[in-house]
């Protein structure tokens, strides 16, 4: 006779990390089948499959603090995990090379990251460039969530203002293309 998977309490905790596994697995791939924030359906899924594994995650970790007989070595191991993680990320994180500019979903210009530069756009938005990070410095948008979004120089990182349907992405690679100063 095969045995269920579902016991009469749920999944036991092997079950839930493998289906933690699968789901940041589906996550993964659909990062690198629609790279960016795409709006395709099937990346939305995907996408939405991958964020059962937050929840799973956590589950565990409350788990750890109910069956733990020492709740400072516990969380002493959770911040040591934690900051190695957050030194691997920043270890491997590539700085952008360039700034890609969009209006209304059309390519407005490419800012060189090497390069400070100040730019207003037609949309009234001030971009400025310094120091290997883009921002935008100045907006007449209601919210100004573009201005407070800061500074970002990471690969992949945006800026994203959408009253004016303003997007500046950081892209990796070397600066090329069309820059600020010849249009």
């Given at each position: 006779m095969s045995?269920?998977?579902?016991?009469?309490?749920?999944?036991?905790?092997?079950?839930?990390?493998?289906?933690?596994?699968?789901?940041?697995?589906?996550?993964?791939?659909?990062?690198?089948?629609?790279?960016?924030?795409?709006m395709?359906p099937?990346?939305?899924?995907?996408?939405a499959?991958?964020?059962l594994?937050?929840?799973?995650?956590?589950?565990?970790?409350?788990?750890?603090?109910?069956?733990?007989?020492?709740?400072?070595?516990?969380?002493?191991?959770?911040?040591?995990?934690?900051?190695?993680?957050?030194?691997?990320?920043?270890?491997?994180?590539?700085?952008?090379?360039?700034a890609?500019v969009?209006?209304?979903?059309?390519?407005?210009?490419?800012?060189?990251?090497?390069?400070?530069?100040?730019?207003?756009?037609?949309?009234?938005?001030?971009?400025?460039v310094?120091?290997?990070?883009?921002?935008?410095?100045?907006a007449?948008?209601?919210?100004?969530?573009?201005?407070?979004?800061?500074?970002?120089?990471?690969?992949?990182?945006?800026?994203?203002?959408?009253?004016?349907r303003?997007?500046?992405?950081?892209?990796?690679?070397?600066?090329?293309?069309?820059?600020?100063?010849?249009?």
């Amino acid at each position: 006779m095969s045995q269920s998977v579902l016991h009469p309490r749920g999944l036991c905790g092997n079950e839930l990390k493998l289906l933690a596994i699968l789901a940041m697995t589906v996550d993964h791939i659909a990062w690198s089948l629609f790279p960016g924030y795409s709006m395709h359906p099937l990346a939305l899924l995907m996408h939405a499959i991958g964020r059962l594994t937050c929840p799973i995650m956590c589950y565990f970790i409350a788990e750890g603090y109910h069956y733990t007989r020492s709740f400072q070595k516990y969380a002493l191991r959770l911040l040591l995990l934690a900051a190695a993680l957050l030194f691997a990320l920043r270890l491997t994180r590539r700085t952008g090379g360039e700034a890609v500019v969009s209006i209304g979903g059309a390519e407005y210009c490419r800012l060189p990251l090497t390069v400070d530069a100040e730019l207003t756009l037609p949309c009234g938005n001030t971009v400025t460039v310094r120091g290997g990070a883009v921002c935008v410095s100045d907006a007449d948008c209601p919210d100004r969530v573009c201005v407070r979004t800061g500074w970002v120089r990471a690969d992949g990182e945006t800026i994203v203002c959408l009253p004016h349907r303003l997007v500046i992405e950081v892209a990796g690679g070397a600066a090329g293309g069309t820059d600020a100063e010849t249009g």
